[in-house]
Structures are given as C-alpha cells and as structure tokens.
C-alpha cells in the first residue's frame, strides 16, 4: 500500500514537471509567434533599407539599423579586449587569490546591476560629465560595461577549458608567458571567446532603457561618434508605447526577434561544435 | 623580454579592475547625484513619503518600493515553480539529445529583448486581463505575469548547473537505498542543491526588481499605494525610465535618489547570491 502510493506520488510528480517545461517552451514559441504573424508581413527590403518618415509612420528602419550597428561596434570594440584581459589575467596570471576574489565579487555585481541603473550612470558620468552628449560614443561606452561580465565569464570558460599540456608544450619550446598566452591559448579559446560576444551583440541589440539615456532617440542619420541616434530597441519601444504605429512596431519587433534569434543560433552553434570538438 | 613580459602583466592587472572600477564609478556618480536630495528632504521622508508630486516638490517613493516588491513577489510565485520543474526536468527527466534542443531554446528565452515582452504583455495579457478581471488591464498582475516568464533563465539555468554539479553517489545512494526517483529528487538532490536553487531564486529576483522598459509598457504607471494585483503601479524601476526624459534640478536628483534605493536593494540581493554560490563550491 504505501509503495503504491510512492509510486503514484512519483507519477504525479513527474507529470506536473512535464507540464512545467512543456508549457514554458508552448508560452515562448506562442509569444514568438504573435508577434512574427502580425510582423513578418511588414518586412520588405523596403522596410531595412528606407529611412523612417514621419515619426515612424512610414518609410523603414534604415537610420535605426544604423544605429544599432555603430552602437554595437563601439560596445564590442571598447568591451571585448577588457573582457578577455581580465579573462586571461584571472586564468594565466593568478590562480585562486585574494585578488581574483576581489574582481570575481566585482564582476558578479556588476552583472546584476539592472540596465536602468547603468543608463543613470552612462548619463551622469558620458553624456554630462565628459561633455559626450547623446551619441553613439556615449551609449556604446554604456554598453561596453553591461557586456563586460558576459565577455569575461564566456572567456575564461574556455580559457579554463584549455588543457595544462598545452602550455607545458609551449614553455618547454622555451615560449615566454605573453607567447604562450597570444600563440597557443587565445587561439584554443577563439571559439568561446567569439560565442561571448555574439551574446554580447545580442544583449546589445535588445538593450532599451540605458540606451535611451545615453543615446538619446533622435531619428536622423548619424554621421559621427558624437551624433545621437536611435537603435531599433529603442525605435520599437517608442513606436509601441507612444501608439505612433501598430504596424511599424509589429514590423521592427519583428526584425528584432530575426535578428537576435540569428545571433544567439550562430552563438549557440558554435558552443555546441566547440564542446564536441574538445571532448 | 623579461622587461616586456613585466609591462603585459601589468596592463592586464589594470585591465582585469576595469569591472571593479565601472562598479566604483556607478557607485560614486549614482550616489553624487542622488544622495544630496535625500538628505534635504530627509531619508525618512524620502523612503516612507506616499506623494509623489515633482511640481510640488514632493518626493516619496513609499508607493513604488512597495510596487517594487509586489511586481517582484507575483514573478516569484509563476517563476520559482515554472523554473524548478524546467531545471528537474532538464537535469534528471529528459535523455540528453532532447536536452541539446532544449537548452538552447531556454537560452533564446534570455535572448529575446525585454522590450519584446513588454510589448507582447501590452497586446495580449493587458486586454485580457481587463476582458475577464476587470480593471485598467495594465496591472501588477500583467506586470508579474510577463516578469515571471522574463526571469525563467535565471533560475532554471543557475538551479540546474547546481543540480548537474552533485555528486552521483548521492543519487545512486538514495536509489539504492530503495527510493523511487521522485523522492531521491525531492528529498536528496533539491535538498542538496539548495543554496544554489536559492541563489537561482534571488538572482532572479534581482532580475524582476531592475526590469524597466517591458514594465513601463504593462504596468499603467500610476503612483499610488497597490491594493490588488488588479491596480495599475509604479515601481522604483519605471519611475526612473519615465520621468528621466524630461526631469532637470530637484527632480532629476530625485530619479537618481531613486536610483540608490534600488542600487540598495540589487546590491543586497547580489550580495547575498554570490555568498550562497560560493558555498556551493567549497
């Protein structure tokens, strides 16, 4: 009797889990799939490669995909060496110390720090305090610290992945400690590198509320670092939330989905090929 | 050569602070700019003031912590038993080739931008929600609704890795003890994986008090003490990213004073998070 009732427990339980997961993946493709039925019906070459007329109202996203590339660019440029630097400081240049505690609590803590926090910050400190203005330098900058602790984790995974042999082999070749480090394990790690930042540009893209504090929302063609500028994020929430156009906004939510989808399938690709390839 | 290898080593040392320094700066500026209003108005009356009136010079943010928590507790109570049952049924349920679909299709929910869900609480939770419960539509329930789902990869993926991070003697302990699979989850592994599925949970908790732009969209923004998960709201979060646009002087310090009472809360949240990970490990 009471084992029957284990087991029946036990069935239970297990069913209610399967409903759990099933019905998170069924809410995810639903949401996606309101979305991209309304949407993908606005998307024609048209609509990436016209500027925004009227508001939003008309024309394309042209100056918007613009805006999310420049933005992007700066982020990666000015994230992507810190974060590997410190990925390979805390992997080749220190093991367990005080000091590798101190920047792990540090990075941990910064990841957490909510997107609005840092858009305060990119504002205070970019666009008054360095007289940067609403530009794409200054929401770039923004961006290059919300990404850093993605770089820096995705880095030092590989890096850790590395077997010790490798660099035994180097240093018994008589290579110095930067050659090991430039000829023998970035060039092991690129892939997992790479994959930290195709989910940097990801996070990137879809990054709203410091981007409209620090690059503003202007919807002219930016022609410098120090222009304002719109990213589709951004574009999307204004068109949504100001009622400025149903369609439009269906439209670039749209774009925004294909386009982080595409990225983090690359991304994900790569760390699948990646751990076959070492294991 | 010996000279050069010194200079790398010591670029990157200055390159591995940069986060602790980011950290430091935000620190600095958000409280520069936002610590001054609190103590002119008081920190009494800042934190536990009801009115929120910046033509009057009236600045509490009573209402909108309160918000904060309510929005945050609502997420918790779809989040914690959505992302458990994902991350048993991940970490012991499935055979790992469904698992290989079905990891990816959890970090694609990370993905998405929160704008994404904003935007389809709007269209489609809102007016529900306003057909069958009544009400404005745009609510705390709506808000807590989307958020639950938002912080999803948070706690499935950092409860997982904790479960996947046991031992197996435990499990084949408890099997071989005469234990069905349900309960050697239940009462050996859970158990054993707490301080990470608690850290799962604050993490993601974390995640549900900093949301700002998908809950601008769905929360209706009225500044008022919530009564009912029917009520529209403000959190501490949305009053930020509303009023920034267009705030200067005692207003804008006190957005940023804003700032420092979530700065407050996130940096306790976290704080206690990565003390509980740590644990895991030693």
Known sequence: MINRTRYLTQSVAKILIWIGALSTIAMMILILFQILR?????????????????????????????????????????????????????????????????????????????????????????????????????????LAAMILPTVISTAEESIKTIPSSYREVSYSLGGTRWQTITRVVLPSALPGIFTGILLSIGR??????????????????????????????????????????????YGTGAALILLVLMVNIIAQWLINRYIRHRT | MAMKEKIIEKILLLTAFSSIFILGLITFFIFKEGLPLILKIGIKAFLLGEKWIPSKGLFGVFPMIVSSFWVTFGALLLGIPLGLACAIFLSELIPPSVGLLLRPAIQLLAAIPSVIYGFWGLIVLVPL??????????????????????????????????????????KAGALALGATHWQTIWRVLIPAARSGVVASVILGMGRAIGETMAMIMILGNAVKMPT???????????????????????????????????????????????????????
């Not at chain 1, 490669?49 to 590339?69: A, C, Y």
């Not at chain 1, 222009?227 to 939330?241: D, E, G, K, N």
């Not at chain 2, 009053?239 to 200067?248: P, T």
């Not at chain 2, 940023?256 to 998070?273: E, Q, S, W, Y």
């Open chain 1, 38 to 142: 309304e949407g993908l019906p606005v998307l024609h070459l048209g609509f990436f490669l016209d500027s925004p007329k009227n508001m939003g109202r008309e024309g394309g996203i042209f100056t918007t995909i613009v805006g999310t590339v420049a933005l992007t660019a700066v982020a990666i440029i000015v994230g992507a060496p810190l974060g590997v630097g410190t990925a390979i400081f805390l992997r080749e240049y220190t093991r367990e110390s005080k000091t590798s505690r101190v920047i792990r609590f540090g990075t941990d803590c910064l990841a957490g720090v909510p997107s609005i926090i840092f858009g305060l910050f990119g504002f205070v400190f970019f666009v008054i305090r360095l007289n940067m203005g609403w530009s794409i330098l200054s929401g770039g900058l923004t």
């Open chain 1, 204 to 249: 990137s893209i879809g990054e709203t509320a410091a981007i409209i504090l620090t690059a503003g929302s202007s919807l002219v063609m930016p022609t410098s670092l120090f222009s304002p500028s719109r990213t589709m994020s951004v574009h999307f929430y204004i068109l949504a939330r100001e009622g400025i156009s149903m369609k439009m906004a």
């Open chain 2, 129 to 170: 929600i306003q057909n069958h419960f009544g009400g404005p539509g745009l609510s705390i329930l709506a808000g807590s609704l989307v958020l639950g789902f938002m912080i999803l990869p948070t706690i499935i993926t950092i409860s997982e890795d904790s479960l996947k991070a046991l031992p197996p003697t435990y």
């Open chain 2, 228 to 282: 009912s998960f029917l009520d529209s709201a403000r959190t501490l979060t949305t009053n930020i990213g509303i009023e920034m646009g267009y705030a200067s002087g005692d207003h804008r310090q006190a957005l940023f004073a804003t700032g420092v009472v979530l700065f407050f809360i996130i940096m306790a949240l976290n704080t206690l998070a990565i003390s509980l990970s740590r644990r895991r490990v030693h």
